[in-house]
């Protein structure tokens, strides 16, 4: 019995075996992953999977690893916690500057370091969650400073609704209706925080992420948790843009205000939701690139809120779309980006949380730390892919834009032959997606059984791994979207490979032809 299967994923792995997605890579090395077959023969397969969008130049890259060589033999220190770290330092000044470049805002950002990319949406959700807790804080001093010097002999004056609200009738007295409005008050700055994020969102596996993302299968067990999370689509959006107060987005106060002797009370809006979440790029939710008109829209959301936009830029970022940050591409101006993945140039595991100057939360760095954050080896990594990926004069990031135009046109041309088969085709630089039309209605029992157990995408990317060795995946929360994750070192001949595959594929489909798929 393979330990593997036994002692860290029973369940998956059975999946796995049942369509023939149970390899055992033992080499990575550029576009590919090597597995012996029941021969004992080693098996060269084409990797479009891609690290789940983590190995933008492939696997182990001759430049990366010499560097990463060198470093180990100088012994580059990985555990300096709680010292000056310059590797961290080094890679921020090269994050800042591209970052500003590319966002178009001076005045800088501050970094805070992770390991994973649910891990740095966490992160980035907690210093969110952090600044609001201190400006409540700072109101809630305020109103109690007002509340003191109040003088006992002053009466209220309220209006019938603020009577309501407090539950005290005009002819309280003062003391009572001051118990009252301490007592509403606390009440209203206890509320709930909300979190915005979109349909077929995806931030990650941790507690908080999880909620955030929009496949109920990630979130529906944690709803004890009681963290309210509001998944917009784009439409949502522009309608709450356009009436905000009606949408329960804020608490409101009431504060205590002295006009010519009498006390009246004055609404004081508390903000409630904690950061709107946006992936510029929707990768695993299917591969839904956000457009211009949507951003502008989050944009203005934000800045009717007053509170932070964070763009997830785990999978999106670090190149893949063609930018250190695909926000750039639609002018989604966020206050936080977030980077993880393809930033750790496929050798180690880093995410950064950036944030703008004027949005830092003074005191976070001191509640915030991880043994595995900010460690010189990982940073001196992602420096030097970032100077790999965006120095010289033909730097490397052009390639994004060139195969993305390659691939996409194949695919595009795909859609076009198969409309039967195929419902849409959507990409931005190198995060493609195919999807599938729905195979419920097909003439096929088979292939029907096959939508029901929503395993379309999983048997063709059985097909493709076992028949052309080339190795896909669904997207995790969209089984009928095939994504593509390729490098740019990708090359012609495996654009038609892979065209060539899907050809037959789109045939076997259209002819609901199981047996073909379920073949090797
Ligand atoms: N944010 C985004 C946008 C992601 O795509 C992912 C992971 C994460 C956060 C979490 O990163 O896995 O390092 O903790 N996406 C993978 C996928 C799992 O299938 O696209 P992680």
Redesign the pocket.
């Known amino acids: 019995m393979d330990n593997y299967i036994t002692l860290c994923k029973p369940t998956l792995s059975k999946a796995l075996l049942s369509i023939g997605l149970d390899k055992k890579y033992f080499k990575a090395s550029g576009n590919y992953l090597y597995y012996r077959n029941s021969q004992g023969e080693e098996v060269e397969v084409l990797d479009l999977l891609g690290g789940?969008?983590?190995t933008l130049i492939g696997h182990f890259h001759p430049q990366i690893g010499s560097r990463y060589k060198d470093y180990i033999e100088q012994k580059v220190p990985f555990h300096n916690q709680f010292s000056i770290r310059e590797g961290a330092g080094e890679l921020s000044t090269l994050l800042n500057s591209r970052l500003c470049h590319e966002t178009n805002y001076r005045d800088g950002f501050q970094f805070c370091y992770t390991s994973?990319?649910?891990?740095?949406?966490e992160i980035a959700l907690k210093h969110a969650e952090y600044a609001r807790s201190l400006e409540l804080n700072a109101m809630q001093q305020q109103l109690k400073a007002d509340y003191d010097s109040l003088n006992p002999q002053y009466s209220y004056h309220l209006l019938p609704q603020q009577e309501r609200l407090l539950g005290v009738s005009r002819l309280a007295s003062s003391h009572v209706i001051k118990q009252a409005l301490v007592r509403y008050n606390t009440e209203q700055f206890n509320k709930h925080p909300i979190f915005i994020a979109l349909e077929n969102?995806?931030?990650?596996?941790?507690m908080l992420?999880a909620n955030c993302t929009h496949h109920p299968m990630y979130r529906a067990f944690l709803r004890c948790l009681n963290i309210e999370t509001r998944f917009l689509s784009a439409h949502v959006v522009n309608e709450i843009v356009h009436n905000i107060e009606h949408h329960g987005l804020w608490g409101e106060a009431l504060q205590p205000e002295v006009i010519d002797g009498v006390i009246h009370l004055k609404p004081l809006i508390i903000r409630r939701v904690v950061a709107i979440l946006a992936?510029p790029v929707?990768?695993?939710g299917g591969v839904w690139p956000l457009n211009a008109t949507v951003a502008e829209d989050l944009n203005k959301l934000r800045d009717s809120l007053h509170c932070p936009l964070i763009a997830?830029?785990?999978?999106?970022g670090s190149g893949r779309c063609g930018m250190l940050v695909a926000a750039s591409n639609i002018g989604l101006n966020a206050d936080y980006y977030?980077l993880?993945?393809a930033l750790g140039a496929g050798y180690v595991?880093i995410?950064v949380v950036a944030i703008k100057k004027s949005h830092i939360a003074s005191g976070f760095d001191l509640i915030q730390s991880s043994t595995f954050g900010e460690d010189d080896l990982s940073c001196k990594v992602a420096r030097d892919y970032l100077e790999l990926l965006f120095n010289g004069d033909d730097p490397l990031i052009k390639r994004v834009g060139k195969i993305s135009e390659q691939l996409g046109k194949i695919l595009d041309q795909l859609k076009n032959r198969f409309p039967d088969v195929i419902k849409d085709v959507r990409y931005q630089g190198l995060l493609l997606g195919i999807e599938f039309n729905d195979v419920a209605e097909s003439s096929s029992y088979l292939m029907q059984n096959i939508a029901a157990q929503r395993s379309l995408g999983y048997i063709i990317a059985g097909h493709l791994l076992n028949a052309y060795n080339i190795r896909v995946?669904p997207?995790?929360s969209s089984e009928n979207v095939l994504?593509f994750e390729p490098s740019v070192y990708l090359e012609q001949r495996h654009i038609s490979l892979l065209q060539r595959g899907l050809e037959r594929i789109c045939l076997g489909i259209r002819y609901a032809d199981v047996g073909f798929l379920l073949r090797p």
């Open positions: 789940y969008g983590a994973t990319g649910a891990e740095t949406m969102a995806f931030h990650g596996k941790m992420t992936e929707q990768g695993e997830d830029e785990v999978q999106s977030a993880s993945k595991k995410g995946a997207s995790g994504r």
